[in-house]
């Protein structure tokens, strides 16, 4: 029998160049910062020899230390949060009798990824301004972390739905049928099943507050700085390819991380 | 047929279901009343979406009747959630838990069963023994074949020793070996764990081959119980006849009537005392059924029971299709089988009888 036509896409007409145009819009400019980041100059345009010693003044500067660790406070503690408020909410919305307002609550979860981000930072920053004002209430990092929390929730919650409509609901009538009340039902067959969902989800969401600028820039307070408010505060000073090491190590955690929840999820999914 | 109480695994008495609501509502089952002995191979047959499978479905717990009671040896089992009822399924998807291995699967009712470790795990031991799958214990689900994972299921489903084990359709994903060789298979288990077993198929062959008893359902009702010798040769309901094995129609007209028999006249002057099923009182038009197997051809029309133009002639091997076109223009297929030696050789366009005895015919509602 003769092979189906599937048209390959290799040969349509354009194909080829509009995929390296692509490529190379997406990647030089990231690939030019990487390389500026071994610049033993200290300008990032006027390359002049390769060194490492960038990399050992970032690693040694208190400033990006602390940048560091409260970037991993708030991402880490949001991650956590918003992917067990995802999970829950996910659950809710497949795995029980369709209710009044499902539709609605479903918007309701999905907003922040609609509303322009910059509207949900003036929010945020006028909600917590009101709090302190009213209740002389001010939770310090928390209301980062409330804030990123938030919107990490969409983010989160996405490919946790996505994984839990994808499963046969059948595994679900077997376990009750041999004997597992709800609760075991779902602790030894839904949430095993679901977890590279959730594994994704959270990588998702820490990636999404890991590297997030607007809502943080209005929202922190003093000594709140995280690592991409560090990196716009010192583009602003002459710049040093101290910027290009810190930026490549920001960029290194987001491929780790990515790389590692892709390999999970391949690995549950075989 | 009067029922003994006590002896019925299930008894299902008035049971509706229906689905939607309002302008939507569709009655999937309407008012379905059965009884299902215990050790019985009980087969439901019917086509997709005659509500055999909600049947199913309301006796493991997975929906809930609209009305009506299920007993299981006399309990109403109706209103119970799956989890509580001492009864297991077979899905048709086989629905094997994927992140855990064969023994894991079989054991995980047993362990919700909260059950003794050690006790399970010799049940587990004595079901891969039953279903030939001990070598196989520590794969993944994912890593065994259809055939293998249709015996896991059956493992698992068996283990924690229900009461009635429910199969939906479970041979249907197998191919034609594989399913004739898991016939058997189900078979034995049944006759060696003295489960009894509700079977759902549409497959008619399946049915008459494994069943002490099928009944046969159509758009929701049960239009027949009974052994399959009962509803291959008696069938209550045209629907039923036509749907199990294949048999030729006839249109008749009621003569005369005494106890049980009815004589009627059909293929021009033909007549025919033949039986009817209880509960039918036949008059006027009504359709006679006989099976292709039960008549026999003659070479001479005045000796047929009625006679017609052969107009066709299939070999199919085993046996032999002739086809007849009646004087009514009706047309009747007479099966013949093949031996060593034919005696008589047939050929198109010659005039035959088709002869058949009073027993094989049976008087239906038109």
Known sequence: MAEPRVMDIKDQPGFRSIAIICLLVLYVPVLILMIFSLNSGSLVTHWEGVTLSWYGTALLNEEFHNAARNTLIISITATIVSTICATLAAIGMTRVKPWRGLAAAFMVINLPLMVPEIITAVATLSFFALIAGTFGLNFGIGNLILAHTVFCIPFAYMPIRARLEDMDLT?????????????????????????????????????????????????????????????????????TPEINAISTILLMVSILFVSVSFLIARRRAK | MPEQPGKNAIEVRGVRKVFGTGENQVAALDTVSVSIRENEFFTLLGPSGCGKTTLLRLIAGFDFPTAGEILLHGQDIAPLPPFKRPVNTVFQSYALFPHMTVAQNIGFGLEMLGKPKAEIEARVAQMLKLVKMEALKARRTSQISGGQQQRVALARALAPQPKVLLLDEPLSALDYKLRKEMQIELKRLQHETGITFIFVTHDQEEALT???????????????????????????????????????????????????VATVKFAGDATIAAGYPEGFDPSGEVTLV????????????????????????VYFGTDTHYHVRLEGGQDFIVRHQNSRSSPVTYATGAKVGIQFEEDAARVLKY
């Open chain 1, 171 to 239: 595994l679900e009538y077997a376990a009750a049928d041999l004997y597992a009340t709800p609760w075991n039902a779902f602790r030894r067959i839904t949430l095993p099943l679901l977890v590279p969902g959730i594994m994704s989800g959270a990588a998702l969401a820490f990636i999404v507050s890991f590297d997030d600028f607007t809502i943080t820039q209005l929202v922190a307070g003093p000594g709140q700085t995280t690592l991409p408010l560090y990196i716009w505060n010192q583009i602003r000073r002459p710049m």
């Open chain 2, 210 to 260: 494994m069943s002490d008893r099928i009944a046969v359902m159509s758009a929701g009702k049960i239009l027949q119980v009974g052994t399959p010798r009962d509803i291959y040769d008696r069938p209550a309901e045209r629907f039923v006849a036509d749907f199990i094995g294949e048999t030729n129609f006839l249109q008749g007209t009621v003569v005369s009537k005494k106890t049980g």
């Open chain 2, 290 to 313: 006989v099976r292709p197997e039960h008549a026999d051809l003659v070479p001479d029309p005045a000796k047929g029971t009625i006679a017609g133009t052969l107009s066709n002639i």
